[in-house]
């Protein structure tokens, strides 16, 4: 038996896995890939091969305390992210919901891309979602379906992450190089989406709810974008209005949908549940980013690109 099961143990679930082991857990990480298990075993915890739009593969998967679903379907379809977020999630949860010890609780770890748009208006928890593109619908089932769990015996908890960032996610040139469109960021740094895990566990809240997790600060595009090109030493970048992005009629319908999605993001909840954030945030966040540019390194790869005489 593991202590924690984190289903697609990537970019959060290594992170999560890390902290959870190092307060005492023993944690599992499942992927299917070769590259994806050394990544696992790289970070001290143990790789176990498991692919969870195949249910014949997770009947090998230990016990656990914990189970965290956290696979992602990256930038692909709807298509993929229904065999991944609904398949995937029902066929984990079935999976443990038939054996004789079942999890205590299961983590089912989504975005606040269900919400869709409201006028860039605050939304929390109560704020009723509506996706407005096919894979931000599958989401939103796929969050309902987590937290049907409970009818199978086991509580679950969805997290509901804004704009993941952090190492190898900061994403610098997309608002260094520009041109900006307008709107409102919400982030979160991946140490604090793998930390509100980490506390809603361990301290045991949030059973059976849903959970928004994002900082302290969502923040204009423009003004953050004019923020970093300071802190960097770069000059403003270039900015364009929605209308102004709209006008490219190279832009499909799910891409004009997007643009066009506006909202604020609060973590009321989560701090009135006592998280307390590493990175409350942006400008704590980027600190790292910010100061390996200012002493020519690369925190993201995209330098190596904007700067090939530093490589």
């Given at each position: ?97 038939t054996r004789s010890t079942t999890p205590d ?63 190898h996610r900061y994403r610098l040139s997309r ?48 003004v953050f974008a004019d923020w970093l090109a ?82």
């Amino acid at each position: 038996m593991s202590d924690v099961v984190i289903v697609g143990c990537g970019y959060i679930g290594i992170e999560l896995g890390t902290q959870l082991q190092a307060t005492g857990y023993d944690v599992t990480g499942v992927r299917r890939s070769d590259e994806g298990l050394d990544a696992i075993a790289a970070a001290g915890l143990t790789p176990h091969r498991g692919d969870a739009t195949d249910p014949a593969s997770l009947t090998s998967l230990p016990d656990a305390k914990w189970v965290i679903f956290a696979a992602s379907a990256g930038g692909r379809g709807a298509d993929t992210a229904r065999r991944i977020y609904l398949d995937g999630l029902q066929y984990t949860i079935n999976e443990y919901a038939t054996r004789s010890t079942t999890p205590d609780r299961i983590v089912y770890t989504s975005s606040t891309g269900v919400y869709g748009d409201h006028g860039g208006a605050f939304v929390d928890e109560t704020t009723p979602i509506e996706p407005t593109t096919d894979k931000t619908e599958v989401l939103a089932d796929a969050e309902r379906r987590a937290l049907a769990a409970s009818e199978s015996g086991i509580d679950a908890t969805v997290t509901r992450f804004a704009g993941l960032y952090g190492p190898h996610r900061y994403r610098l040139s997309r608002y260094l190089e520009g041109p900006v469109t307008e709107g409102y960021l919400n982030m979160v740094h991946r140490a604090d989406a793998a930390g509100s895990i980490a506390y809603l566990l361990s301290e045991n809240r949030a059973r059976n709810e849903t959970v928004l997790v994002c900082d302290d600060e969502p923040v204009d595009k423009w003004v953050f974008a004019d923020w970093l090109a300071t802190k960097c030493g770069y000059p403003e970048p270039a900015k364009r209005t929605v209308e102004e992005r709209l006008a490219d009629s190279s832009l499909s319908e799910t891409a004009k949908r997007r643009i066009k999605t506006s909202k604020r993001c609060s973590n009321e909840k989560l701090r009135t549940l006592g998280y307390g954030f590493s990175h409350p945030t942006y400008r704590s966040g980027y600190h790292a980013a910010i100061e390996a540019v200012q002493h020519g390194r690369d925190p993201d790869e995209v330098w190596i690109r904007l700067h090939p005489d530093w490589t």
